[in-house]
């Protein structure tokens, strides 16, 4: 059995830390990206499909260290090799940030446009893939002793509204992932999510940013959600939430209320 570890350790951290980010290449990633390179970590940012927009998110990262490769996060070979070569070329993984995610904005009504492939896909890169990367990942991790995963959800998980149906679906496995993670890879790795309201990006293809400013007016605070905030909560979930895991942090401007 592990030894229990005394608290009153203080913030965490980042210097010499090295942190992947997936789907770093734009939105919530590539701000996640600059915050963790702000604290002093080296990244490497994951990408599918944006390379020129990764190259672009390295290039303007402060510190040392930085790098990108191609990182489908539905690949699972991909993800392992990946994790090879942050170990040998690293020597640790102390971050694991699993921002890629994938949607498509479909009437909840509308039960046929949401067919077998779609469905499918949609579980495949938002559930699937997160859980992919922690299992590429957690053996580098572990060996750190104090390593964090954080999976960005959205309260699409809780409120069962969102883009379409199995988005939702999805987002609520991922929370359930978090939880049975945090269980599972205790005491070396916390495993923390952020569940934002509608983040100011063109992540959600057909949602204009009037619906998103809509959202933001409904709500206690009437703060539209950036990337950056999102990026924020990542820093501070991995620096200073060192007493938590399983659990995922809600930032939705009060919507829930």
Do not use: W
């Amino acid at each position: 059995m592990n030894a229990v570890r005394s608290g009153g350790l203080g913030a965490l951290p980042l210097e010499g830390k090295v942190a992947v980010v997936t789907g770093g290449s734009s939105g919530i990633g590539a701000a996640t990206a600059r915050r963790l390179a702000e604290s002093g970590a080296s990244i490497l940012v994951g990408f599918h499909h944006g390379a020129g927009r990764a190259a672009k998110v390295v290039d303007g990262l402060p510190g040392t260290g930085h790098r990108h490769m191609a990182m489908p996060i539905d690949d699972s070979a991909r993800l392992s090799e990946v994790a090879h070569v942050v170990g040998n070329d690293y020597g640790r993984c102390d971050i694991l940030v699993n921002s890629a995610g994938v949607t498509q904005k479909i009437a909840h009504t509308d039960l046929d446009a949401l067919d077998d492939e779609l469905f499918d896909s949609l579980m495949r890169v938002n559930v699937r893939g997160p859980f992919a990367a922690v299992r590429a990942f957690a053996p580098l991790m572990a060996g750190t002793g104090d390593a964090v995963v954080v999976n960005v959800s959205s309260i699409s998980g809780t409120t069962a509204l969102g883009s379409n149906i199995a988005y939702c679906a999805a987002k609520a496995a991922l929370d359930n992932l978090t939880m049975s993670l945090g269980r599972a890879l205790g005491p070396e790795i916390r495993v923390i999510g952020v569940a934002p309201a509608a983040v100011d990006t063109d992540f959600v293809q057909g949602r204009d940013r009037q619906a998103v400013l809509a959202q933001a007016s409904g709500t206690p605070l009437r703060i539209v959600v950036a990337p950056d905030d999102v990026a924020v909560a990542v820093v501070g979930a991995v620096t200073h939430f060192r007493t938590s895991t399983g659990t995922t942090f809600v930032m939705d401007g009060g919507k829930h209320l």
